[in-house]
């Protein structure tokens, strides 16, 4: 027997007083009322009633199991009230993921407008250069830059994230700039460590030139953080790939110099993605919404779409 149902009618028949008026509340027999508190009672190994030919009473056992009954069964229906809640208002803690430079420069800032229009809803946005799980770190969805080769998710697509190569003012005097991918034999190319097979150093191949990739030297500076990279190039150590939104301000300032403009890898999509079978609840509805409503615009770069930022 289902044994939520006997609690239910168990506590039905301590409160109307009788099997009889518990059966026609349930609309069942007497007789299956009475079958479900013997369930309970064999399930316990306890006497929960004790009936006699005018009334019935609780037992000692009985009464202490009754009120534990209408506590369990008091959360039962809380917590399907506020599941019913949550599939008609936006509410809820909603995780996201996304890279460090554009969670740092446009998803926060972005997402401070978002929790103003739902007040109910808390974020959690965690920033880092890696892949996560989705599924197995318990997010509810992620923005992703570049070819997505997961097919467990969908992807919903926002716009072109437009690549940049610098260097140091000091860098170029000392080492010369580049005109040509070849020339970079000579240089130092600070190396992103979470780029995958599709981005690494993979410059644009002009008409009749031959394929660039095998002229970047290996690098002897690595990490996983844009940011660290930006340093190093600051620093006049070497030539830095990343993305627009990372290096404009420098090159506004003239702290860094764009270098190789023909050869920049082509723009990158940006695309917020979500597991396949995940319910889409209002939180994520709203989510998904909010981005492609502030930032889908497929024939936008990067760099245009930052004008866009409140």
């Known amino acids: 027997m289902d044994k939520l149902l006997s609690m239910e009618i168990f506590v039905a028949v301590v409160d109307a007083g009788s099997f009889t008026a518990a059966s026609e509340a349930f609309d069942i027999s007497p007789v299956m009322v009475g079958k479900h508190i013997r369930f309970l009672e064999q399930k316990l190994g306890a006497r929960l009633l004790t009936r006699t030919t005018r009334r019935q009473s609780l037992t000692e056992i009985g009464h202490q199991y009754c009120e534990r009954c ?76 570049g070819v997505l080769e997961d097919s467990g998710l969908i992807a919903r697509p926002l716009f072109a994230y437009k690549m940049l190569i610098c260097a140091s003012p000091d860098y170029l005097a000392r080492k010369g700039t580049p005109q040509t991918p070849a020339d970079l034999a000579g240089h130092q190319c600070l190396d992103f460590m979470h780029w995958n097979k599709h981005v690494r150093w993979k410059l644009r191949n002009l008409p009749g030139e031959a394929d660039t990739e095998s002229l970047i030297p290996a690098s002897r500076f690595r990490s996983n953080n844009g940011q660290a990279l930006r340093m190093a190039a600051l620093q006049g150590f070497g030539i830095v790939l990343q993305s627009e939104v990372l290096l404009k301000a420098d090159i506004a300032s003239g702290r860094l110099v764009s270098v190789l403009e023909n050869y920049t890898p082509a723009p990158r999509p940006v695309q917020i993605v979500y597991p396949r079978n995940r319910q889409a609840t209002p939180k994520l509805t709203s989510f998904i919404d909010f981005m492609l409503e502030r930032f889908a615009n497929s024939n936008q770069s990067s760099g245009q779409m930052a004008a866009r930022r409140p």
């Open 70 to 145: 209408r506590v369990i069964l008091a959360e039962i229906r809380a917590a399907e009230t506020g599941a019913e809640a949550m599939q008609a208002t936006p509410r809820g803690v909603l995780k996201i993921n996304a890279s460090v430079s554009f969670g740092t420069e446009w998803l926060a800032p972005a997402m401070t407008e978002y929790l103003e229009r739902y007040p109910e809803i808390s974020l959690e946005l965690n920033l880092n250069d890696r892949v996560v799980d989705l599924v197995e770190e318990g997010y509810d969805a992620s923005v992703r830059i």
